[in-house]
């Protein structure tokens, strides 16, 4: 079953003329013959949230390296903050901020030094905010790094990420391994700090509660490729899932905007990026077919189902 | 109030059928300020984009009232407004219902009956 890959032309933001702070044109990353992001195009409006989702291997992580300018491009361009990513120095890097899944704070300090650490690397550094946010995560300065438990750590990560108030936030599944208390108080740091500030964000997440909770439009990765990059309001509304009996010598009908489309003896499914009325009643009437109806569906059953339409 | 990622509804619709419901059942009265859209977004734990555009269309239909630097207010007879809203969005759920019947080839009468059957369960429910 061949599958759409599908971007909407509207303005992947709530406020319409609002200018881009990050435009991908045909990024592609590959190591030797592996391709690990293939031909990747998108754009993000400022203040807007993009949420990244995708299995481990699916490119997320070495997109958002190569956004930081971390990571060298095989192919294609890309440019942040209205700068290539390639001439990106200190003072476009001052504007940007970055969480990893795994935090790369030095363990012998307290937390108080790898504050005055941060500070001094960081122009921008916004003593007030960090103070706020430390209060927040109800992080004790003078503990040690090493002392702290993995969510603990995470928040420390996202404070001195968000003290120097970036314009634009990389989130690499930064509440990965995280119990679903440290977790919720992570997102609420962000909301906290992105409702405060027209903060552009990307999140890349394996919870895709969490990401259709925050996120203004969704990526969906597969293999370095992108399946999909729909408003989320649109995702659950448009893509549904119908079912029918056919009972016929041909192939079954076909319908518009397929996802996938699998059968269990009889019984027939077919996912449908752009579902309308129209389609149950043109099914109703073609020979063979009954029993139609239309059932609604998770983001993590569309997911899967434009992960499985692949194959 | 609560978002539910289960539904296929927009989370922005639901917040706006969600504020619709509360100001119809009298949790905010009309003059009374609402929730910012930042401290809305951090109860239920959406971007605040979502709040902005649920806040946006309250305005457009009447139900709030947007005051410079002082945030948004329950509009004066917005409780009649409100439950006006809320009848539709009903009605709309039972427009697609009855869509999905009509094109598994139900008759008006089986739609009908089909429909007092689900009340009656419902109201089983309910005293149970």
Redesign the interface.
Known sequence: MSTVTQTETIAMSPKPMVPIDVEINGLTKAYGDTIVVDNLSLSIAKGSFLGLIGANGAGKSTTLKMLAGMLETTRGSASVLGTPIEQLGPKELARIGYVPDSHQIYRWMTIHEAVWFCRRLNPNWNDNQCAELLKLFRLDEKKKVKSLSKGMLAKLGLALALSHEPDLLFLDEPMSGLDPIASEEFLDGVLKTVSQRDCTVILSSHSIDDVQRMSDSICLLHEGKMLAHRQTENILHDTKCIRFVYDGNAEPPTLPSTIRSRNDEREWLITVEKFSPLMLEKLASSPGVSCVSVEDMTLEEVYKDYVRGQS | MK?N?????????QIVEGMQSAIAGGVYKAGERVPS??DL??KL??????V??AYEELVRSGVLVSMRNRGKFVAKRAEHSATKQSELAIAEAFRNGV??A????LTNKKIKELLDRVIKASEGKAIA
């Open positions: 978002v990622l289960k539904s296929s509804k927009p989370i922005f619709q859209t930042r977004a951090i734990k959406v971007n605040p984009n979502t902005q555009k869509d999905i009509r094109a598994s080839g």
